[in-house]
């Protein structure tokens, strides 16, 4: 008897000391401001942290913070000078030269030279690179005989990319390029250590890899954490204040919420992370100055196989595009912060002074049930046709593309009496099918590669791989290399606003709406921004506390 | 009718009969083996897509480029006899989303997490059934008997990423008692072994108590009473051990259940096992990460049924009868 007492008594302290020191630590470690620390979730790992190779969200997120090219992005989407100090452009506008900081180093304490970036740029392109050729080497495309020699019909000699000095690099490009300058801040133009040829698995573990960027990785442990911390021979050192960045990897955004709840993460949310979607309204009562909705410059659209009767009929087309209340489904559906879309190109780009989208609305059409009845009886009758027929609206298996769909159909079957079915296929499936032009309405999304309208513009000339709607214009495909041989602002953003109405009164796609970046921050975290495209940006971030 | 073999000589006939068993069974398995792998070939091959592919299509010419890197232009039997070829070499190859990790690096790292969880999972599960089985059998009809009944019935109907989601915010997020993710320290286990062992605990509560029922009406025991032996000697010597015969059944198919079936709670205490792998290897349509875990998956699975049709060997009344008994 006395035996089972004291084993009580002992439960019970443990218990309570448990409870105690549980609270505690609860309580304590609500910020990471205590230790310097930014804390951030990735749902997934960065498969790959060689600039040349990476393709993925996370993996850029990692890699912005660990590399640096020769420009940076700013806040506002502005260029502004990397490790490149400046540049001159030739009156052609298609030789650019390079001068390279004198006090740029990797950070193994290296200096970085223009050499560097002709090595890391060739070896971007060169069709033997291992493990793998690199997909997005076609970004660099814009460079004199790099096409060429990436696709084993040109030389490396003739890609025009040289280091004339220790410091200054020339490029050459095909034709002028406004938006070089903005993609030159993009992973596959990073550079990456001359040493790589004797290990190109050196971006597979933390003490291989050498960097040149505001951050080096001191641990990567798979799927669990990566942490990094400032590099002491970046050149800008100064102007890094968190201590510590850490990544965990979890992969569930009720999870990732209850982390943030918790105190273990400073950031919660996209575009690394994720929140559960129907606790957005809550979320933004609960917290009201962490709660944060950024527009981010991404198009959500629907696809039409305007190859297959009867969406060969533009009039039906433009029904189904007016039929469709897309304030409702933002406000009612997505709840994110989204903003209905009537054109291709989302907010956040930039235009001649301005972004684009303040310099031309998007005014191309209005919602309208009457015209859209009226639009589909001309359709239906041209094509002789009494009904339009059952046809399939697919989109990949994922919980928002399915309230989407199912709202959008609901409205064509209310509105004009169609009948929609809404069809879900798993990733690579979808893609296939779609790719092959074999669907009838697909969803798409599109997300901004530089900052520049031609970015959305481009995807629809005849030529573009990711056309996918059988839209094939001489006129459209016309504007478009007429934009790509200007070098005049005002006259750009004129060509392109054409053909942006010419691509939407065709009706060929439906665009539903603009993305947004939804996420939770700590409200003494400053100077993390989400950027245009939608990455958080990190590398400047730091407490206000600690900056009083 | 083996009952006048001398005991030495018969206990040789068994052992030679088990090692015959084993024998027959590894070949067996090993066909197994190479059955799934070629299913497994030809099925993920004949599902569209490839691991090159995101939203954005890349040109044609470096889509070619990578095809013929990986061979994938090569004839579908050509591919297929390259991979048996480096199988039968025990070569499962390097991922092809995650750069230069090869999937025996995947295996080792994510089996680790999965092998902890799930071994201490299985001993929870055993003890902690075993004793609601008993004590519910011993309190028969009475109130602690339905109290256990009641929560085996919610540990059986309640899915496990309830159960895991339940238990991450009460004592994680309200309560503040455990991370909600990682496993950080030997703490942090408390709540993924919980959620994973929720269900064979009560599966195995179930089945105890229902044995030990049986066990206790049964006539040897009723003798052992008359025989004054002691509660606890009759309840430990006697009843339990007979008792928990079918729950040693159950571990093999259970301790695959757990070891494979731990994704969903791995996902959601963010811990990095293989079901993460598994499951996003798919998607990524990761050839090689796709083939080398469903074979080593089988293996665990096949293994795990040949230990239980091993120990159901064992433990089967008939060899105790003859064996065992016979020489006490």
Known sequence: MKKNKLVFMLSLVLVLALVVTGCASGSKNESGANNNEFRINLASEPPTLDPAQATDQVSFTVINAIYEGLTIIDENGNVQPGIAEKWDVSEDGKTYTFTIRSDAKWNNGDPITAHDFEFSWKRALDPKLVPKPSQYAYQMYYIEGAEAYNTGSGSVDDVKIKATDDHTLVVTLNAPTVYFESLLSTAIYFPVHQSVTENEAFAAAADTMITNGPFTMTEWKRNTSIVLEPSESYYARNDIKFAKVSFTMVNDSNSELNMYETGKLDYAGYPTGALPTDQFASLKEKYPNEFQIKGTASLYYYLINTTEAPFTNEKIRQALSLSIDRAAITEKVTLGGQIPAYGLVPPGIKGVEDEYRNEVDDNYFQEDLELAKQLLAEGLAEEGLTELPAFSLTFNTNELHQKVAEAVVDMWSNNLGVNAQIGNEEWGVFLDNRTAMNYQVARAGWGADYNDPISFIGLFTSKSGNNNTGYANVEYDALVSQVDQSTDAAERVRLMAEAEKMIIDSHSIIPIYYYSTVYLMKPDVKGVYVDYKGDVIFTRGYYEAEAE | ?328
């Open chain 2, 1 to 328: 009718m083996v009952a006048y073999i001398p005991f030495f000589q018969h206990d040789m006939e068994v052992y030679k009969q088990l090692v015959r068993y084993v024998i027959k069974k590894i070949l067996f398995m090993l066909l197994s083996l190479f059955v799934l792998a070629s299913a497994t070939f030809f099925l993920m091959k004949a599902i569209p897509g490839n691991p090159f592919q995101s939203e954005k299509n890349i040109p044609p010419a470096i889509q070619q480029m990578l095809m013929e890197r990986y061979g994938f232009d090569q004839p579908l039997w050509k591919q297929y006899i390259t991979y048996i070829g480096n199988l039968l070499q025990f070569d499962l190859g390097t991922s092809m989303k995650q750069q230069y990790v090869t999937v025996e690096s995947v295996i080792k790292n994510g089996f680790a997490y999965s092998m902890q969880l799930g071994v201490l999972a299985i001993l929870v599960s055993i003890v902690v059934g075993v004793l609601l089985g008993l004590v519910a059998a011993l309190n028969h009809r009475k109130f602690l008997d339905g109290f256990t009944i009641f929560i085996a019935v919610l540990g059986v109907s309640i899915p496990n990423f309830v159960v895991a989601s339940a238990l991450q915010y009460i004592f994680g997020v309200q309560l503040r008692w455990f991370n909600v993710t990682g496993l950080y320290g030997p703490l942090d286990y408390v709540l993924p072994v919980i959620a994973l062992s929720f269900l064979p605990t009560a599966f195995i509560a179930r089945l105890t108590r229902s044995s030990m029922l049986e066990v206790l009406s049964a006539d040897y025991i009723k003798t052992a009473r008359s025989k004054g032996l002691s509660g606890r000697v009759i309840l430990v010597k006697h009843a339990l051990r007979n008792a928990i015969l079918p729950v040693v059944t159950y571990v093999g198919p259970m301790t695959a259940n757990i070891i494979t079936g731990s994704v969903i709670v791995e996902q959601i205490f963010g811990i990095g096992g293989l079901g993460k792998d598994f499951v996003s290897s798919i998607t990524n349509r990761d050839y090689t990460l796709i083939m080398g875990l469903t074979l080593f998956y089988a293996v665990i699975l096949m293994i795990a049924r040949l230990i239980t049709d091993v120990a159901y060997g064992f433990v089967d009344p008939r060899i105790k009868l003859t064996g065992g008994k016979g020489g006490s």
